[in-house]
């Protein structure tokens, strides 16, 4: 049998009294580091409450342990295996790849819930759980920062909140990488001066969690101008960009985080944002398209690859008329929209011929 338990996020003191009379019946114990910042001390703490002996065994495991999971279904067909998570243990999209995996090799699995960091910064930031988009983690890789904008943006034209994970990593020397918020902030700061969208601006409303479920716990409010110079000390942390706020949420966020500014609603500013965006962006999208066209017909000696790529080059084409023409008929979100599917063909052109029409 397969258990997957979530320990919470108050270390091993947020273990339910259930969970330990099931982690005391396994085999083996496998304890997640890569999802969240257990410390060698929180890992020492959970094998001496568990009582790791002889017919007990406890392990830390890395990502690609799990990710593989191979060895951890084939001892659950006979043995009773725990894999043990900080916080819920069905929030990363590893575990739940491994729950699929694991029913339906016919292994019997259960799980064991626990309060999840995300849930816990949404409630004691005062915010409501409906009003929130979809989630984005913001990497070390500056490629990662188009994609958080992007979904920023997607977030804002219906009104929700953006919940922007940072990215936690783990040596092999269990020495822990925090992203710091500043990073986010500031890599957010340098797209929006390529887009001018003021999608994230100094005058954006943003909330960063710190710690959350600690006794060193942190939660700062106020906009990007005010928070870019703090010292946000240790990780994991996480950052909330606001859309429309309810009058109960900027009274909660005003009471019970570190507000340093008023709350601001930032889709005020988004349709105009949205109307700039696609002006400016469309004219550059159609000279990328036309050079990588004249360097197509000049360097590719296969008709077939020629006229296949062509192809992909006209139906970016076609997409950046689609989104002037919504434009014109107001339709703001089917506009982005049609520019980022443009957007999405000229780079996997550009990512297929190893030539970037963006900086010719």
Same mark, same amino acid.
């Given at each position: ?22 982690? +005391? ?37 890395? !990502? ?12 659950? +067909? ?103 918020? !500043? ?9 929006? +001066? ?22 060193? +716990? ?35 966020? $005003?009471? $019970? ?67 002037? !023409? ?7 979100? $089917? ?14 052109? !550009? ?10």
């Amino acid at each position: 049998m397969l258990w997957f338990i979530g320990i919470g996020i108050n270390g091993y003191r947020g273990i339910s009294l259930y969970a330990l009379d099931v982690m +005391k019946s396994c085999n083996v114990i496998y304890i997640d580091t890569f999802t969240s910042a257990l410390t060698k001390m929180d890992i020492g703490d959970l094998k001496h409450i568990i009582k790791e002996n002889e017919n007990r065994k406890i392990s830390a495991v890395q !990502r690609w342990f799990v990710e593989d999971g191979r060895m951890i279904l084939e001892q659950s +067909k006979n043995n009773n295996i725990a894999l043990l998570t900080y916080g819920d243990p069905l929030i990363a999209t590893t575990h739940t790849e491994l729950y699929v995996r694991a029913v339906r090799n016919f292994i019997k699995t259960d799980v064991i819930h626990a309060a999840s960091g995300i849930t816990s910064l949404i409630g004691e930031a005062g915010l409501h759980m409906y009003k929130f988009g979809r989630t984005v983690t913001l990497m070390l890789a500056p490629q990662s920062v188009i994609s958080v904008y992007n979904t920023i943006l997607d977030n804002l034209l219906v009104g929700n909140h953006t919940m922007i994970l940072t990215e936690y990593s783990n040596d092999d020397d269990g020495k822990p990488f925090f992203l710091d918020p !500043r990073h986010v902030l500031s890599s957010l700061l340098e797209i929006e +001066k390529q887009s001018k969208c003021k999608i994230f601006y100094e005058e954006t409303f943003v909330i960063v969690g710190s710690r959350i479920g600690t006794k060193q +716990k942190n939660i700062v409010s106020g906009k990007v101008r005010s928070l870019i110079d703090t010292n946000f000390g240790v990780g994991p942390h996480s950052v909330i960009v606001t859309g429309s706020l309810h009058f109960t949420e900027s009274d909660a966020l $005003l009471t $019970l985080t570190n507000n340093m500014d008023a709350p601001v609603d930032n889709t005020l500013t988004i349709d105009r944002a949205s109307i700039t965006m696609v002006k400016n962006y469309a004219p550059k999208a159609k000279k990328a398209i036309e050079q990588m066209k004249n360097i197509v017909r000049a360097n590719d000696n296969s008709v077939i690859n020629n006229n296949g790529s062509i192809e992909v080059l006209n139906n970016a084409e076609y997409y950046i008329d689609d989104a002037e !023409r919504f434009l014109r008929q107001g339709k703001l979100e $089917l506009a982005v929209l049609s520019i980022g599917y443009a957007e999405g063909l000229i780079d996997a052109l !550009r990512f297929q011929r190893g030539i970037n029409p963006w900086l010719l």
